[in-house]
């Protein structure tokens, strides 16, 4: 039996970049919303993941009047794409007609926007375990959760924001019949790796026989490398030594330091989209209804797409009384999460392919180095490829 009663006219489950953009528009837009997180504020402050949002997810922000969220993040730069140790540049803002992103650390939007929530009045409740969603195929949906006094809440609501990332509750709490399920996995492995290594001046990507090798910069200390590795390969695999060596032989730098290692993991390379992306009250938004590799970058631009989606719809419907975009919200995210994923997988199959030794002299190699050269020598196709940077 819960304890507590209470009552909203959204509960958003997940403050993650997704239910925290989501909840702020909805701030703004006047509808009350009640966010809970199973994780501690500390947390989710310090999880470091994403670091670019593109023009688009800029644009949300300042449209919403948010633009201090990214106050002091420099613009996105040149792009630098090394192949077999030879640089070749692509002018990012200059082919995008200006239209460029920024560099976000996710930590860092993650706690400026929990900042930006709390101090505007916003309900952010931290430590939320054991969250259910209820009756999401009636009228009246609830959401209960046990406080870390150990008080049972329950929260009655008109619509719940399932916006709890790819192992969340809010999609599991749907028959596996009522959702289709896509998934694909790249059949390669990546190790990950975030180290107090200063930036490199451009994002570097770079393509070489020994495997594929990229470094971003995340912040002004530090720098997030990523290593192409066997699908099975696990962190025992990968000593400090071997990431360092294996780093300064596929981005041909010799030089470049070996600071101290923060975090390394093996990330998925799986691609997962769900359709639709709500089941009655329930709307799921961000890594909870898709996940898309790193490639490309746009996994955290994608949950902040549809968190932007979701605000205008719920305000329409709660508003104004017109719910049909939120009858659209569905139709209208997929068709930006199938045009990302396309990209994440054709970036994905190019920098690989283009490298892979395995491939050497065969047709598919030649595929891959005729689509990287093609960025280099036409114009049209590197617009078009920064037009994707850039997002829309
Ligand atoms: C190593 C790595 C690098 C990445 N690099 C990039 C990049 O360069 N660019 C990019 O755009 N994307 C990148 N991504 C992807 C990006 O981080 C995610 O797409 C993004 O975090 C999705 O945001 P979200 O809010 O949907 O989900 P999440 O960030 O996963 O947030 C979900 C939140 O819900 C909470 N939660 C989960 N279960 C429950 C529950 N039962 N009850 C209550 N709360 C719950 C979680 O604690 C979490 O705070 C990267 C991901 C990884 C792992």
């Not at 929990?114 to 009756?135: M, N, Q, S, Y």
């Not at 709500?278 to 996940?291: K, S, T, V």
């Amino acid at each position: 039996m819960p304890s507590v009663r209470e009552s909203s006219e959204v509960v958003v489950i997940g403050a993650g970049p997704a239910g925290l953009t989501l909840a702020n528009l909805l701030r703004r837009a006047g509808v009350q919303c009640v966010v809970l997180e199973r994780q501690s504020r500390s947390y989710v402050q310090r999880r470091q993941r994403a670091g670019v949002l593109d023009h688009a997810g800029t644009r949300i922000f300042e449209e919403a009047g948010l633009a201090e969220v990214l106050a002091g993040m420099p613009g996105d730069s040149t792009l630098e794409i090394r192949v077999d140790g030879r640089p070749r540049f692509l002018d990012v803002p200059a082919l995008s007609d200006g239209r460029t992103g920024r560099i976000v650390p996710q930590q860092v939007l993650v706690g400026r926007l929990i900042a930006t929530f709390l101090e505007g009045g916003g309900d952010l409740r931290f430590d939320a375990a054991e969250v259910t969603p209820h009756d999401l195929d009636g009228d009246e949906p609830r959401v209960t959760y046990r406080d870390a006094d150990g008080a049972v809440h329950e929260i009655a609501c008109a619509y719940v924001a399932g916006c709890d990332g790819h192992h969340g509750v809010s999609r599991a709490s749907v028959s596996a019949d009522a959702l289709t399920t896509y998934s694909y996995d790249h059949g390669i492995g990546w190790l990950t790796v975030l180290a107090d290594v200063p930036p490199p001046r451009n994002p570097l990507f770079a393509i070489t026989s020994h495997g594929f090798a990229a470094q971003f910069p995340r912040g002004p200390k530090a720098s997030r490398f990523y290593l192409e590795c066997a699908p099975d390969d696990t962190l025992d695999d990968w000593s400090d030594e071997r990431i360092w060596a294996q780093l300064r032989l596929r981005l041909g730098d010799e030089d470049l330091p070996a600071g101290p290692i923060t975090e390394k993991a093996i990330v998925e390379m799986r691609s997962f989209v769900v359709d639709p992306m709500r089941y009655g009250r329930l709307l799921l938004a961000g890594d909870a209804a898709h996940i898309v590799t790193p490639m490309g970058g746009k996994g955290m631009n994608l949950a902040i797409g549809d968190a932007d989606v979701l605000a205008r719809a719920l305000r329409a419907t709660l508003r104004d009384g017109d719910g049909e975009p939120l009858d659209a919200y569905s139709a209208t995210c997929l068709e930006r999460v199938w045009n990302y994923q396309e990209y994440s997988c054709w970036m994905t199959e190019m920098v690989h392919e283009a490298g892979d030794a395995t491939l050497a002299g065969t047709f598919r190699r030649g595929l891959a180095r005729a689509r990287l050269d093609r960025l280099f020598t036409s114009e049209p196709a590197a617009r078009a490829f920064a037009d994707l940077m850039a997002g829309g």
